[in-house]
């Protein structure tokens, strides 16, 4: 539980009922527990409908026993609000007439079943965007329409560095108890790195931990502005001493640690971005006949993002939506018999029954693909059609299935472009290209720590429109089938 007296810096904020809130920090700071207490009392004296995001299922699965659960048994106060049949559930809890859903946003499809007065994006830069969007539909026909969004950053002008850039940026301010000199905590200007002590950056005397917060309050550098933003760095936290944070620097395996999960500051490793010249150097006038190649499709919203080649290039880049008399799936099948695709993989995660329907159109043509790891690492691409073994007695939903690790699938995407291996037939300027790269831009590698606490390289999007690149990811799985498949 929170002990408020040591953690003075979260009192506003839990007591802030800005119908938007926005709090960009560092990590192990008490933001959740802060904004479980403040879910909870609203269900309980609001009486309103909650939806609490995290970034996946089993996030959800470990929160709510490990931190709710927790909070409710131990509370007389809570426990008699909620109902009985709530007390142990994970996804939902209801307090009278209200509710309080918790959600993942990488697997979940029923945000459409869903109403809320208010949702809490808990961790939003590790969360899928496209499902936040879907989730805050859901406040549509509240007249409250509250939304709380906080995470450790990620890379700048992304997510919750994005939403905290158009916020009213409150940081916590105080004056120097030597000097009386205004200011907040920064690491370059209130650190000592030889003395290993926290300074005023004007007098350079030393200021310790609980000055800031006994002489701290929360200062807005854009007074006036709607959503309410908060900077929650580890500096204002009274455990944590400047000795304890350069140790902790000095420790990181990169900056890019130090600066999102200690500093609650968002941070980009120059190396990390993919260079737009990847793709323009793979432009080629060389023809193509244009037949006997390959598809690959992302589904992403209302459209179909479509990658058409052969092994003498990329020929096709074209986005399909529904038109009169026609939908998106009927124009697609016309692609597929116009060009002579052999195979066809679509991404299963979206709209997975109507690419299965699609699927029964071709058989022996057509192959959804999900993003999974192989358990061994040992296989990039796995199609369960497949393998000296294959079992016949699957079923056929089964059979067109094909499993791909995402992070080396694209890894090795990009070391094909940077070898000139996939040539594109199209000319510099093509609006096509333009949005390719557009996409592919969007991309930049950065280090997660995963559910058994291990860290891991991962390929994310700044924006979320990353459609095309991921197009292009099954374009080459197709091409992976036809060259097993001919090879036979």
């Not at 659960?69 to 209200?98: D, H, M, Y």
């Not at 790891?373 to 007695?393: H, L, N, Q, W, Y």
Request: hydrophobic share 35%; proline share 3%; net charge neutral.
């Amino acid at each position: 539980m929170i002990e408020f007296d040591n953690h003075r810096f979260l009192i506003d904020i839990f007591e802030d009922m800005a119908p938007n809130q926005v709090i960009m920090k560092g990590a192990q700071i008490g933001m959740s527990t802060t904004h479980i207490l403040k879910v909870l009392h609203a269900a309980i004296f609001k009486g309103i409908n909650q939806i609490y995001t995290l970034p996946t299922a089993d996030d959800v699965g470990a929160f709510v026993p490990g931190k709710v659960n927790q909070i409710i048994n131990n509370n007389l106060c809570i426990r008699r609000a909620i109902e009985p049949k709530s007390v142990a559930a994970v996804e939902q809890k209801q307090f009278g007439k209200s509710f309080i859903y918790f959600k993942g946003t990488f697997t979940e499809r029923e945000a459409i079943m869903l109403t809320s007065d208010r949702n809490i994006y808990d961790e939003l830069d590790k969360s899928k965007m496209d499902v936040i969007r879907d989730y805050a539909s859901r406040l549509g026909f509240s007249k409250i329409r509250e939304q709380y969004y906080f995470s450790t950053p990620t890379i700048p002008d992304f997510g919750i560095d994005r939403l905290w850039n158009q916020s009213d940026q409150k940081h916590w301010r105080f004056n120097c108890p030597h000097c009386k000199f205004r200011q907040h905590m920064e690491w370059e200007k209130n650190v000592d790195l030889e003395r290993k002590i926290y300074i005023c950056r004007k007098c350079r005397r030393e200021i310790k931990p609980q000055e800031t917060k006994e002489r701290g309050e929360w200062e807005a550098k854009y007074p006036g502005r709607e959503t309410s933003g908060y900077w929650v760095s580890q500096m204002i936290a009274p455990w944590r001493t400047a000795k304890d944070l350069i140790k902790e620097r000095e420790e990181s395996e990169d900056e890019e640690y130090f600066y999102n999960f200690v500093l609650g500051m968002p941070y980009l490793n120059p190396e990390a971005k993919i260079p737009v010249g990847l793709i323009l150097k793979n432009l080629t006038q060389e023809k193509n006949n244009e037949r006997n190649g390959v598809m690959g499709v992302d589904v992403g919203g209302k459209d179909l993002h479509v990658i058409i080649g052969n092994e003498k290039g990329i020929f096709g880049i074209t986005r399909i939506e529904d038109a009169p008399g026609k939908n998106k799936w009927d124009r697609l099948a016309e692609l597929i018999e116009v060009y002579e695709v052999r195979f066809c993989v679509i991404d299963g995660e979206w709209n997975t029954n109507e690419a299965y329907d699609f699927a029964k159109r071709f058989p022996e043509k057509i192959y959804l693909c999900w993003y999974k790891e192989d358990p061994k690492r040992v296989a990039i691409i796995r199609f369960e059609d497949e393998g000296k073994f294959t079992d016949r007695s699957k079923d056929w939903e089964e059979e067109i299935k094909v499993l791909v690790d995402r992070t080396r699938i694209i890894d090795a995407l990009l070391d094909d472009l940077r070898k000139g291996k996939i040539k594109l037939n199209f000319q510099a300027g093509d609006k096509r290209i333009e949005e390719l790269t557009e996409h592919v831009q969007t991309m930049y590698a950065r280090t997660v720590t995963d559910k058994l606490g291990m860290s891991k390289r991962e390929w994310a999007s700044t924006t979320g429109k990353d459609h095309f690149l991921h197009a292009l990811v099954y374009w080459k799985v197709a091409m992976d089938k036809k060259i097993r498949w001919e090879s036979k």
